[in-house]
């Protein structure tokens, strides 16, 4: 027993499937950049922030898949509730890049500015891409990734081929995305961000934090009075590099996966942001509609995997609380934390969301407008009909594809955005 518990680091020698479309995605990049540096096309171009993206997103899900595990581990040991642990755990673990990518996007733009105006404009265009990036995350966990659950369980879950959404999840964590959502666009129609309505998000979501902790009181109150045991049947080990080591769970080892996984995720989270940058120059549109589409929705990759891994299993709670949890943490931290360090790079100076001409940076209005639509009809049929089954996945994902369509013609001004 003794020797099971000292090899906690084993390599398995097998990799998965996820290394060899890594591979092929970063073969691809390497292809479209030396093809854009001996011909101009805008094909080519594409090819290469795809393919680029690609490669990200794995890298991304990779980072975030032990870090899951690992949270997991702890949840178990802590005995949270399946709907808590969702939405707290696996809603950090999934929505990492988020927060990081918002970070990045704000403290790229200031590096190197001198003058008040310059520094204005700089800080505008940052966190106008972080605000695409988490609104853009939280309509695509909102609408897609409910979607692609029911769709995939109607094929692979005959027995039961729709996703629930349990009362206790659309009561609790459904009433604080709406909460959230209802904040967001309120936060969006100011003409001026300030530092202390970050603060203000970050103290909501302590509220939540805080609301989700009572539950949990409740639930183990409940395991005592059923003498009834968590059992420990997941999450014993983490699977790392490409599924080469297997490492046994454990608290320390649990410490170490949880914060090599956040530096992995963070480096992938810079390329992410470099890469919406230079796309955005070499497309000649705004950085803020690649991010509301293209970060947005790499970024969201690993509450895809998440999610669709729960639905499968049978978990619809955790599927849907973690789609919940996502959105909370996105619009409460994910924005948050980022104004908050804009307006210190920027001297407390509050932020702007203006172009050059000191007209409304392009995008927020349209997202605005989408952003009350979608969100309204999502949560809408969510209360009515307590599950999402494959015709309802169809109609979420024909209102996602609404939302591309006008991000792709606002960007190239064929409409006002």
Sequence with gaps: MASTEDNS??????????FWIFVSALGLTLVFFIASNQFSNW???????L?????ISILIAEACDPFADAAQWVGIRLRLPPSVRGATLDAVASSMPELFTGLFFVTIALFGTQDDQSQMLASAEGYGSTVATCAGSSIYNLILIPALCAIVVSFSRRDRPQITVPREVIHRDGMWVIFTQAGLLIFLFQEKLEWWMGVAALLTYA????????????????LSENSTEVTETDSKTASACFGWFEIRLNGFTSTMVIISATAVAALACYLLVDLTNQ????????PFFVAVILTAAVSSIPDTFMSLGSARRGDDAGAMSNVFGSN????CIGMSIPLIVSCYLHQWEPIELVMSNGETMNGVVGLRIFLFILTG????????LKQINRRTGI????????FVIYAILGALELIPA
Excluded at 51 to 55: I, K, L, N
Excluded at 395 to 402: E, G, I, K, P, R
Aim: hydrophobic share 50%; with cysteine.
């Design 9 to 18: 680091i084993k390599p398995s020698k097998k990799l998965n499937s996820s």
């Design 43 to 49: 094909l080519i171009e594409l090819g290469f922030i």
């Design 51 to 55: 393919s680029a993206c690609a490669a």
């Design 207 to 222: 509220v939540y934090v805080l609301h989700l902790y009572l539950a949990t009181r409740q639930f183990r109150t409940q």
């Design 279 to 286: 796309s955005a120059h070499k497309l000649g549109v705004s």
């Design 328 to 331: 909370v943490f996105d619009v």
């Design 377 to 384: 009809v999502a949560m809408a049929c969510m209360w009515h």
């Design 395 to 402: 109609l979420f994902c024909a209102l996602y594809a609404s």
